[in-house]
């Protein structure tokens, strides 16, 4: 059983066991009733204390229950009956108290947690608002600002703030079972307090308002939080069974919006991307001595990310001065994590004198176990570095290229050891994004992508599969989209245009101030390298060529498609001139575009390519390209990714689209057979997400 009922003295105990997290599954939600009612006919029983066993308190809800049918007992049901009880109910929380599990701890009578202990209500993270009394008990304790921002901001809350709010009454320095059985002693005999029936905190209008106008600035176009922020408020003005009433009212109400179902795929999604079944039980290689080729912005954020995870790092530049210039740019990315809070400062000390070290001689990377090359993106470059290594590294040694676009079966190539040769694509800043594209080339062994996807683990980064092409999965679709914004611009639109258009989407930048982010320069090199392979009908961004040979590389040199004085982007009123000449150049007679054909066309590429990215095994399923669509080019994540999108908008419908723009261009607008062929079986890309293999 999950649940179980004991008594030492007079103290009774409900044991939740319900392993890896005791998820509140039908069965844990039953067995907790069954303790209740076993804890109220206890005539020796005086009070009892609520635990969980394993390593952790209820960490939330069985995610294997979503999208079933909900059974009985509903959480708020059995809250509400261990809250009614006569005698007081002590809940002991250790690791983390998440959602439901959380909820189920207010419902208590008095809390007291481990010192490591974190708790916190997301929901508003799956489109959800806290659906078992969370919106009307944590205020009652806590106070009205700190419970709108622990519900609408998700975060984890440690155990000792969580004790200065009011959350729990003791944090229990020793034994937690010994400290949580000596609370229920002091409480037994004592009328129970329950969160119930504490008063209200006062809500004030003014109050909402300011917050949600605080939320919709930061989170354009969610809904949970504001839903949330209405719900508490409004509640909190009730009785506390109609605030409950309200409380389920909109919980319900949100698990049929879109956004919810959108959230929870990314959800699922991303726990789905690692489940590969040519890695399925393969161990993967040793991973404690890493080494990192070039110290530049990319491989210094990689170096440090490893540092982080606590692995050991030798950092290769070409001379010393390059070297002592990386080492430095490592020790501020340190600092930076120290002032935030995220590296105690002994430990920044720690790493810089035992784990990280840098070097000019190869030779220094003889016993490393994986070495990830970050030099420039030239394909020359990166085949002598790899012929260097392939001297130097140990036998069995894994050999990452961290190229954004180039062939890795030819940077393979360049060693006598092609299967160990895998591609790590990095995003950057490497220390903070979470995204890691491990690119499997044709003779990778099976241990080395399990080694890959390991170190995404370690790193705690979302590791997606992807097969070699130009540009893999995300700079593959991000090079298509982009052609056909470009081509907007030159027709007409406004740079401005399209990044608003496309922030109000949800995008968290749009294209042009992501050019000026990366640099410009980024950009032109692209496009010199893809030069030759140029179609005669492909249109150029010759304005973008035009502002790098003006020495506007973007956020770096102050200027690019915007200015950025005192560093905040401004509109350029020279940037219409300049593009007005280059369509008189062209002889290009401009036009005007909707917002809603903006999107519409930046949609329409971005789901076509994806599309051949799935069709030709580039990206095993959909849900592949919404995971590297959402961490890394800032898709909207309460739409799910574009596949996700796609489904909901219809495909039927985005075909339409394609088929009107090709009236105008049909060069570029093709449709991928295999969006042709789902929409004609009136199936959807969600159908490819299952039984695929790698």
């Known amino acids: 059983m999950p649940v179980t009922y004991t008594r030492q003295g007079r103290i009774g105990i409900i044991t939740i066991d319900n392993p890896p997290v005791n998820a509140l599954s039908q069965a844990v939600r039953a067995g907790l009733m069954a303790a209740a009612d076993a804890f109220a006919a206890d005539d020796g029983a005086e009070a009892a204390v609520l635990c969980c066993a394993g390593r952790t308190w209820v960490a939330g809800a069985d995610i294997s229950e979503f999208g079933k049918p909900p059974a009985q007992p509903f959480l708020p049901e059995?809250?509400?009956?261990?809250?009614?009880?006569?005698?007081?109910?002590?809940?002991?929380?250790?690791?983390?108290?998440?959602?439901?599990?959380?909820?189920?701890?207010?419902?208590?009578?008095?809390?007291?947690?481990?010192?490591?202990?974190?708790?916190?209500?997301?929901?508003?993270?799956?489109?959800?608002?806290?659906?078992?009394?969370?919106?009307?008990?944590?205020?009652?304790?806590?106070?009205?600002?700190?419970?709108?921002?622990?519900?609408?901001?998700?975060?984890?809350v440690p155990a000792r703030q969580a004790a200065d709010l009011g959350m729990i009454d003791q944090v229990a320095d020793g034994d937690l079972t010994a400290a949580a059985m000596a609370l229920a002693e002091e409480l037994a005999g004592q009328p129970p307090r329950r969160t119930c029936d504490r008063p209200a905190p006062a809500a004030e209008d003014a109050q909402a308002e300011v917050l949600k106008a605080q939320l919709a600035r930061k989170l354009p176009g969610q809904i949970a939080q504001q839903v949330a922020v209405d719900t508490v408020t409004g509640g909190l003005a009730l009785p506390f069974a109609q605030g409950m009433a309200q409380e389920r009212a909109a919980f319900r109400r949100l698990m049929d919006?879109?956004?919810?179902?959108?959230?929870?795929?990314?959800?699922?999604?991303?726990?789905?991307?690692?489940?590969?079944?040519?890695?399925?039980?393969?161990?993967?290689?040793?991973?404690?001595?890493?080494?990192?080729?070039?110290?530049?912005?990319?491989?210094?954020?990689?170096?440090?990310?490893?540092?982080?995870?606590?692995?050991?790092?030798?950092?290769?530049?070409?001379?010393?001065?390059?070297?002592?210039?990386?080492?430095?740019?490592?020790?501020?990315?340190?600092?930076?994590?120290?002032?935030?809070?995220?590296?105690?400062?002994?430990?920044?000390?720690?790493?810089?004198?035992?784990?990280?070290?840098?070097?000019?001689?190869?030779?220094?990377?003889?016993?490393?176990?994986?070495?990830?090359?970050?030099?420039?993106?030239?394909m020359e470059v990166k085949e002598q570095v790899f012929a260097a290594l392939d001297r130097v590294a140990k036998p069995g040694a894994v050999l990452a290229t961290n190229t954004s676009y180039l062939n890795v079966n030819r940077i393979a190539d360049a060693t006598s050891r092609p299967a160990d040769v895998i591609g790590l694509h990095f995003f950057s800043p490497a220390h903070v994004m979470r995204l890691l594209e491990v690119v499997v080339a044709d003779r990778t062994a099976p241990e080395v992508v399990a080694t890959g996807f390991a170190l995404a683990k370690r790193l705690k980064k979302i590791a997606v599969r992807a097969g070699v092409c130009d540009g893999f999965i995300g700079n593959r679709i991000l090079s298509h989209y982009r052609a056909a914004v470009d081509a907007m611009v030159l027709d007409g639109a406004s740079p401005y245009q399209v990044d608003r258009a496309l922030t109000d989407f949800g995008f968290a930048m749009g294209p042009y101030a992501v050019s000026d982010l990366a640099g410009l320069d980024i950009g032109y090199l692209t496009r010199q390298r893809k030069a030759a392979d140029r179609h005669p009908r492909d249109r150029v961004p010759v304005f973008a060529d035009r502002l790098y040979e003006l020495g506007r590389l973007?956020?770096?040199?102050?200027?690019?498609?915007?200015?950025?004085?005192?560093?905040?982007?401004?509109?350029?009123?020279?940037?219409?001139?300049?593009?007005?000449?280059?369509r008189a150049d062209?002889?290009?007679?401009?036009?005007?575009?909707?917002?809603?054909?903006?999107?519409?066309?930046?949609?329409?590429?971005?789901?076509?390519?994806?599309?051949?990215?799935?069709?030709?095994?580039?990206?095993l399923r959909p849900l592949d390209v919404d995971v590297v669509m959402l961490n890394g080019y800032g898709f909207p994540r309460w739409r799910g990714g574009p596949m996700h999108w796609a489904d909901a908008r219809g495909l039927d419908r985005i075909l339409s689209d394609i088929d009107r723009f090709a009236a105008e261009d049909d060069h570029f607008w093709h449709t991928a057979p295999l969006l042709r062929e789902l929409a004609a079986q009136g199936r959807s890309l969600a159908d490819l997400n299952g039984g695929t293999s790698a």
Do not use: W
């Open 586 to 619: 062209l002889g290009i007679s401009p036009r005007n575009f909707s917002d809603e054909e903006i999107v519409a066309r930046t949609m329409a590429a971005m789901v076509n390519e994806a599309a051949r990215v799935v069709a030709d095994g580039t990206a």
């Open 554 to 582: 973007g956020r770096k040199s102050g200027r690019g498609y915007y200015r950025y004085e005192g560093g905040t982007p401004q509109e350029d009123p020279e940037l219409a001139p300049l593009l007005d000449q280059v």
């Open 78 to 156: 059995v809250i509400d009956r261990i809250e009614a009880l006569d005698k007081p109910v002590v809940a002991a929380l250790h690791g983390t108290a998440l959602g439901g599990g959380l909820e189920l701890a207010l419902g208590a009578h008095a809390r007291i947690a481990a010192p490591d202990t974190r708790m916190g209500l997301p929901e508003v993270t799956l489109g959800l608002l806290p659906g078992a009394g969370g919106t009307q008990r944590l205020p009652r304790l806590v106070g009205l600002e700190a419970a709108l921002d622990i519900i609408t901001s998700a975060r984890q």
């Open 257 to 378: 919006s879109p956004q919810r179902a959108a959230l929870i795929h990314a959800f699922f999604a991303e726990r789905a991307v690692a489940h590969l079944p040519r890695i399925k039980g393969i161990a993967s290689r040793p991973l404690d001595r890493t080494g990192v080729i070039g110290g530049g912005t990319m491989g210094a954020g990689i170096a440090v990310a490893c540092l982080l995870a606590g692995l050991d790092v030798t950092l290769i530049e070409r001379d010393a001065e390059a070297a002592a210039k990386a080492q430095g740019t490592v020790e501020t990315l340190l600092e930076g994590a120290v002032k935030r809070g995220k590296l105690a400062a002994t430990r920044r000390d720690e790493i810089l004198s035992v784990a990280f070290r840098t070097d000019t001689d190869y030779a220094a990377l003889a016993q490393a176990d994986l070495i990830v090359e970050a030099v420039f993106e030239s």
